[in-house]
């Protein structure tokens, strides 16, 4: 294989690794009513910000908590079928780490939450 088919090769493989965490994305939108409910909230705070006219520093606040949130979620569901995968008996420890997981977006979720209520009441 020459060089620009490699580099092809390489083009292709990073494309389809794009595709893959879109559809990771896609599917946990379809399946999972906790994260439909997060982007729709962070649709609400986006309309919010350009009706309270939210400064530069402000938006970045706001967008470094909603991509940390889906993470979050994402990354929550991802233990989750991890877990399930592995047994789907009711165990102590699988329980224990699907629930320190959904702890985990709820600290951030409240943070989240109190950090735009302050965005949005600061700019009335």
Do not use: C
């Not at 620009?4 to 595709?19: N, P, T």
């Not at 990771?24 to 906790?34: D, M, P, V």
């Not at 951030?108 to 009335?124: D, E, F, M, P, Q």
């Amino acid at each position: 294989m020459g060089l620009k088919d490699q580099q092809i090769s390489e083009w292709k493989r990073f494309y389809k690794s794009f595709m893959f965490a879109w559809s990771g994305i896609y599917q946990t939108f379809k399946s999972e009513r906790n994260f439909q409910i997060h982007v729709m909230i962070a649709a609400i705070m986006v309309i919010l910000g350009f009706v309270v006219r939210f400064s530069i520093i402000e938006w970045v606040i706001v967008l470094f908590l909603i991509g940390g949130m889906l993470a979050l979620e994402l990354m929550n569901t991802a233990l989750e079928h991890v877990v399930d995968l592995v047994t789907q008996e009711r165990k102590p420890l699988a329980k224990a780490a699907k629930d320190a997981a959904a702890g985990a977006v709820l600290v951030y979720a409240i943070l989240s939450v109190i950090i735009g209520i302050t965005l949005v009441y600061n700019n009335l």
